[in-house]
């Protein structure tokens, strides 16, 4: 398996455009997690997937983000407008069984906000 | 808030030596992981200690458990320059979270 999947690695785009960042997960993991990883806050959770339904999405910063997953290969995290505030590494990661079992990251993308 | 915090916030050492770092934490858990993550990519999951272990071995690595006290610890033998990046631990307590610390920094020189 690739692992997870993640897309684009790196993102430049400016104030107030729309983002949306792409992740796949490992196949046959029904538990998909988005994070966010700065330098100030560390590696937070924004929202977590099970079986393609969203679970928990308490660490959502504000209705700018927004989260889908239509199927189960397939998730993406949106931000509408873009603040230089978002800038950071989000990190897409899936796991099986539990939601507290080995979690398997993606290699993140490093979205700036000019 | 952050549920586990790992200390030292950084650590340098040389080839060779055993690397030590801690993780503490708040409230009662049901599982600790320890993650890896190299600078610029995703984390790396090491190793999983339920709250009924005590110790846990995986190659060089070696974690123990203390829910008296509410602390974890990484032990790293034999370190090797390979094993510079940044290490967290996670838990997950009766309220259905998952934390993870803020890290430890581990530069390991050659």
């Known amino acids: 398996d690739a692992g997870v999947i993640q897309s684009p690695r790196h993102e430049v785009t400016e104030m107030g455009q729309e983002v949306t960042l792409r992740c796949k997960p490992i196949s046959g993991h029904d538990y998909l997690f988005w994070y966010r990883q700065t330098m100030m806050r560390g590696l937070e959770l924004l929202i977590y997937f099970n079986n393609n339904v969203p679970i928990d999405d308490s660490g959502m910063p504000e209705d700018r983000f927004s989260a889908k997953m239509p199927n189960a290969s397939f998730s993406t995290l949106k931000i509408q407008p873009s603040e230089p505030r978002d800038s950071a590494v989000y990190f897409c990661?899936?796991?099986?069984?539990?939601?507290?079992?080995?979690?398997?990251f993606g290699p993140g993308t490093r979205l700036t906000v000019t | 808030s952050q549920q586990g915090e790992e200390d030292p916030q950084a650590l340098s050492i040389q080839e060779g030596e055993n690397a030590t770092m801690n993780c503490s934490y708040k409230?009662?858990?049901?599982?600790l992981q320890w993650y890896r993550q190299n600078s610029g990519r995703g984390l790396v999951h090491l190793i999983l200690i339920r709250s009924n272990e005590r110790e846990k071995h995986s190659g060089r690595l070696r974690v123990t458990l203390d829910t008296s006290k509410k602390s974890s610890s990484l032990l790293i033998t034999a370190s090797r320059a390979a094993d510079t990046a940044s290490y967290f631990c996670?838990?997950?307590?009766?309220?259905?979270?998952?934390?993870f610390g803020a890290g430890t920094r581990l530069t390991v020189k050659p």
């Open positions: 409230t009662s858990i049901n599982n």
């Open positions: 990661a899936s796991s099986f069984g539990d939601r507290f079992n080995e979690q398997y």
């Open positions: 996670a838990t997950d307590d009766n309220n259905n979270d998952m934390r």
